[in-house]
């Protein structure tokens, strides 16, 4: 089953107008759960009105502050957040999944790197996290944070921000750029795009001394950066993606190699039926689907197969599995590298079979 564990809230401060920052404790006997990489993120459920809902919120410690922070923004009608910022307080118990996520890269002591990170709004969790684990672990690299906000009020972990570039002169370097407020350089003003960030590379950014680049914000801002960073010369594989928010448009259906030869042909018929074989906590169920309109993970949930998930939006990776047999299709996927896309992993909330038989695993 999904595993949730209670987490103790040891206290809540309030670190802009629109946004808390939580700080957790787990049980004893669930530390080692807990531990977690930088730019990760928990999963936390509860109920509202006999519904249950499910959120995703990025942790903002680095690995070296022994404590489990996560920074929840206000978002209109955002039921979960906004509960969040107006009632949550210290002594309240909240529970969550283990965290998750590959918002990270490998570090190594010894290391001289370069690292260009880009956020916006909140997208700056999982980025703070990342932040202070690269100076604190490889303190022979260097780290630019391009931040995009409204306007300075707005500014997450601000004074946090500042305190880390005057202790580590520099090594790590922030460029605000504000949406709604004018600065003395113009380049500075307005929003993060395509033409921003060439200007930025011409001038202010040696870019092609960058080693790894972490974008988290809203998709244009993302799509728009991401372009650029190939336009000058960095790989897929050096561009990390971290997600907050997804345009109401489709992506490219994604198929998952098939393991076993299979039919598409039960796609285009609504009354042919799908064998799906899960396996979850180590105990395997078969069920029978439709071969169309009902995603794996609905299926799962169906059978009473309490599969993990939280977006179902295809934005986050709680419901990552790896197809061993069968052919399926995902219709969006902003959570997965394509190596992982290669080797046979889905997201199972956008999953669908395209043969008569599949086999999905949720342990590996």
């Known amino acids: 089953m999904a595993r949730f564990f209670p987490l103790n809230v040891t206290d809540v401060r309030r670190e802009t ?67 969040a910022n107006a009632e949550l307080k210290a002594g309240d118990v ?36 990342i932040i202070k684990t690269v100076l604190a672990r490889e303190q022979h690299s260097d780290i630019t944070l391009v931040y995009g906000n409204r306007s300075v009020a707005s500014i997450m972990f601000r004074e946090e921000l500042e305190d880390l570039k005057n202790t580590h002169l520099g090594r790590f370097n922030i460029i605000h750029v504000l949406e709604n407020e004018a600065q003395e350089i113009d380049l500075f003003s307005g929003r993060i795009d395509q033409k921003k960030c060439r200007l930025l590379f011409d001038g202010w950014i040696d870019i092609g001394a960058v080693d790894m680049a972490f974008i988290c914000g809203p998709e244009p801002m993302m799509l728009a950066i991401a372009a650029v960073l190939r336009e000058h010369g960095l790989r897929d594989d050096q561009i990390k993606f971290e997600l907050f928010a997804s345009a109401p448009r489709p992506n490219r259906a994604q198929r998952a190699p098939a393991k076993t030869a299979g039919t598409d042909e039960g796609a285009a018929d609504n009354n042919k039926i799908c064998q799906a074989t899960i396996t979850l906590d180590g105990t395997t169920k078969t069920i029978e689907m439709p071969s169309s309109g009902q995603s ?6 169906a059978a009473d197969i309490d599969a993990p998930h939280a977006c179902t939006a295809g934005v986050c990776s709680t419901c990552r599995a790896l197809v061993l047999e069968g052919e ?20 199972t ?16």
């Not at 969550?96 to 990270?104: D, T």
């Not at 299709?329 to 889905?346: C, F, I, K």
Request: hydrophobic share 35%; glycine share 8%; proline share 4%.
């Open 296 to 301: 794996v993970l609905q299926a799962a949930l």
């Open 94 to 129: 909240l529970e969550a999944m283990p965290p998750m996520g590959s918002f990270h890269a490998p570090l190594d002591a010894e290391a001289k790197k370069t690292y260009l990170a880009f956020a916006g709004g909140s997208g700056i969790t999982p980025v703070l996290s």
């Open 17 to 83: 107008r629109d946004a808390v920052v939580v700080t957790l404790a787990p049980r004893e006997e669930d530390k080692d759960r807990f531990g977690y990489m930088q730019g990760q993120y928990l999963t936390f459920r509860r109920d509202f009105d006999g519904e249950e809902l499910r959120r995703s919120y990025s942790i903002c410690a680095g690995l070296d502050e022994d404590m489990l922070r996560v920074g929840i923004k206000h978002i209109d009608g955002g039921c979960f957040s906004g509960w």
């Open 349 to 364: 909330c956008q999953c669908y079979p395209l043969s008569d038989r599949v086999v999905v695993d949720y342990d590996q």
């Open 328 to 347: 399926v299709e995902m219709q969006t996927n902003h959570a997965l590298d394509d190596y992982e896309v290669d080797r046979g992993y889905v997201l």
